[in-house]
């Protein structure tokens, strides 16, 4: 049987960690395309929240905590020449907390009862929010990786 709790505090422990980054990283580098790549830092970041929102909530067929704008602007397939609108900094920064917060509310409430299953590109499937939120540390550990790769290639 699964831990809830522990697979939450492992979220909560990486959108921690993803914080201080975005708080402490210059804006320019959180900003710039390394070479050879098509995305930032921010992307990275904004990215991690919205397939979390959308894999746990919208899956759940439960509102997301996050707008529709946020959504279309980090959602898979996009990038920064996508961007109608620059990302507001201030906003990723509390969306980092704000909805893992409300996840650890909406999590003891209950609320996470209907789940519409889907598959990963990677090769297997979601069935209920608690994979979801699996998913979503495995997703999250694999961005943070590329936002180390970033932060290295971008600070030479």
């Known amino acids: 049987m699964t ?4 697979e939450f505090e492992i979220l909560k422990a990486s959108r921690t960690r993803l914080l201080q980054l975005i708080e402490t990283v210059d804006n320019n580098i959180l900003f710039k ?16 929240i919205t397939s979390q929102q959308r894999h746990m909530y919208m899956r759940s067929g439960l ?7 946020f959504m279309e602007t980090f959602k898979i397939g996009t990038a920064p020449h996508t ?23 909406d999590l003891a409430s209950g609320i996470f009862v209907e789940y519409q299953p889907f598959s990963l590109p990677i090769g297997f499937s979601i ?4 994979q979801a939120l699996q998913a979503a540390n495995f997703h999250e ?13 971008l600070r030479q």
Not at 3 to 6: H, M, P, Q, S, T
Not at 63 to 69: A, E, G
Not at 127 to 130: A, F, V
Request: proline residues 4%.
């Open 127 to 130: 069935n209920d929010h608690i």
């Open 3 to 6: 831990n809830e709790l522990f």
């Open 33 to 48: 395309i390394p070479e050879s790549f098509n995305n930032n830092i921010v992307w990275q970041i904004g990215h991690c």
């Open 63 to 69: 509102p997301m905590h996050i707008s529709q704008d």
């Open 83 to 105: 961007w109608k609108n620059t990302p507001d900094l201030d906003e990723i920064k509390h969306l980092l907390l704000y909805t893992v917060n409300q996840l650890s509310k």
């Open 141 to 153: 550990a694999e961005h943070s990786g590329i936002i180390l790769t970033y932060l290295k290639l």
